[in-house]
């Protein structure tokens, strides 16, 4: 969306503080002008803090590279647009302790947003690679620097058979709306003993449609473990949505087609031919 020049205006104005977590304007607007600075910041995920001690907007992630990287387009997205909500740190925490992520260990965020997975996996000592699909927050991505490498792509787009290897651990908070497409790629970049820890919405454990019904059998198959996470998780993201932590541990032989087994199949087709 354009950010237009009134507000493009206030933001560029050497008095408006953008740092760390949180916009601060420390002058007065017109009425009118303030309203639509204040949606568009909303949009952004910016909730005000009236505070005495902040007096700013404040975000669930690092704001100051990702309004550079807006400013310099002159375009924001909308937090509704590609499922945006960034993972709050208590969750953070939990995937990483599911994790157990030591030294070296290849870990995969496949929609990393602006990294609040991927930093601390990566202060863990992860070696991280991760894709996100909006070209700001992978701008973000690349300035953090805790990535070995950021692609900007559409990830379900990517061939697992691009890479010589799968990952040892792929640490996800996909899109609510279309987790269960997610979750399922995600398995072809996994190494064959590798872990997927995913943020899922519940509606995976509970919806009736094909597709969630056969999710959930595979999971079953694979004893992937679905548990509930407390009920406002994403409320400092903006959002109400129930949320389940999917933890699933791939095998050598196991129901999940990994890395390996998708490097396997043509072995396993020439054998069938020559049969
Ligand atoms: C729920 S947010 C989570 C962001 C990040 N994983 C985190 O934990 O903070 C989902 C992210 O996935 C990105 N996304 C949506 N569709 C995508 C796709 N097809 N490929 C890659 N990234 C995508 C969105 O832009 C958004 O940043």
Do not use: K
Not at 154 to 171: E, I, K, Q, S
Request: charged fraction near 25%.
């Amino acid at each position: 969306m354009h950010i237009p020049s009134g507000i493009y205006d206030v933001l560029t104005d050497p008095r408006t503080v953008i740092t760390g977590d949180r916009v601060q304007i420390p002058f007065e607007l017109d009425r009118a002008l303030y309203e639509r600075l204040n949606n568009m910041l909303r949009e952004l995920g910016g909730r005000w803090d009236g505070r005495n001690a902040v007096r700013a907007h404040v975000f669930p992630f690092p704001v100051e590279e990702f309004m550079r990287a807006c400013l310099a387009t002159r375009e924001f997205p909308s937090r509704y647009e590609q499922g945006w909500y960034p993972t709050p740190p208590r969750i953070v925490h939990d995937i990483l302790e599911h994790a157990g992520i030591r030294e070296g260990m290849s870990v995969l965020e496949p929609s990393a947003g602006t990294g609040s997975i991927v930093g601390p996996a990566a202060g863990r000592g992860a070696v991280v690679d991760c894709v996100e699909i909006d070209q700001r927050r992978a701008h973000v991505l690349r300035e953090q620097g805790a990535a070995r490498h950021v692609e900007h792509a559409d990830f379900l787009d990517l061939d697992p058979l691009d890479l010589p290897n799968g990952y040892r651990r792929v640490l996800m908070n996909p899109p609510f709306s279309t987790a269960v497409r997610h979750v399922t790629h995600a398995f072809g970049f996994l190494d064959d003993d590798g872990t997927l820890i995913a943020v899922m919405p519940e509606t995976v454990l509970l919806s009736g449609d094909r597709a969630t019904i056969e999710f959930r059998e595979l999971i079953a198959l694979a004893e992937g473990v679905f548990t509930p996470l407390p009920d406002e998780s994403f409320v400092p993201s903006g959002t109400r949505v129930r949320t389940v932590l999917l933890v699933v541990d791939a095998e050598r032989g196991g129901p999940l087609a990994t890395h390996g087994w998708l490097q396997r199949q043509p072995r396993q087709l020439d054998l069938f031919a020559l049969g």
